[in-house]
Every structure is written in C-alpha cells, then in structure tokens.
Nanobody, 119 residues
Framework: VQLQASGGGLVQSEESLTLSCVVS???????MGWYRQFPGKQRELVAT???????KYEDPVKGRFTISRDNAKRTVYLHLDSLQPEDTAVYYC???????????????WGQGTLVTVSS
C-alpha cells in the first residue's frame, strides 16, 4: 500500500488549491481521509470520504474544502477554496481498511504536502 500526496504550494489569501493523493495497493475502495498538521501541533482530521463517495467535514473547513475521489485514477482529491493564512499546514492523505479508524488513527499515510497561505 502506498499513498502519494501532491499539490501543495504557496498561494495568496482567498485563492484555491487542489491536493491529490494517488493510491496504490489493495487499500483502494475503502474510506479515506485528509488530515493537516500545524507547526508544533498534532495532526487533525479535515475530511473523509467513503468508498461510495459519502463525505464528512470538520467544522473549520465546511463550505470551503471539498473531498472527492476518482476511482478510475485511484486518486482522492482535496479542493481547498477561500484559503486563509490559518490554513497553512502540512496536509496528509490517509487510509485504513477499517472505516471506523480512518477518522481516528489510520494505518496508512501519504508523505504530506505543504500548503502555505500568505496574507
């Protein structure tokens, strides 16, 4: 199982960015999530998506971020809209064969991609 995240970068406040996570191995089809980690803090959940496309979002990103998946490309996306400086963090994709664990302590992680939002 391998998760390869990409798409981070430096953007201005109110701009948008789309992160991608390409999944290889037998984990595809299960629930997946995106997390983020602020400097000096623990990783926190951002959003999850089930195998059939149902989504959930944490309150700080509701209405601004969109999680989606493309089964043909084995890729999960996180579209970040109306970015603010406080969204600056390293973003990680994550997966687990147990959907109940994805939002808590998933077993598989991507390598992280840095999003920096300047004011």
């Amino acid at each position: 199982v391998q998760l390869q995240a990409s798409g981070g970068g430096l953007v201005q406040s109110e701009e948008s960015l789309t992160l991608s996570c390409v999944v290889s191995g037998s984990i595809w089809g299960t629930e997946m999530g995106w997390y983020r980690q602020f400097p000096g803090k623990q990783r926190e959940l951002v959003a999850t998506i089930t195998g059939d496309g149902s989504t959930k979002y944490e309150d700080p990103v509701k209405g601004r971020f969109t999680i989606s998946r493309d089964n043909a490309k084995r890729t999960v996306y996180l579209h970040l809209d109306s970015l603010q400086p406080e969204d600056t963090a390293v973003y990680y994709c994550a997966a687990d064969r147990n959907p109940l664990v994805v939002s808590q302590n998933p077993a598989y992680w991507g390598q992280g991609t840095l999003v920096t939002v300047s004011s």
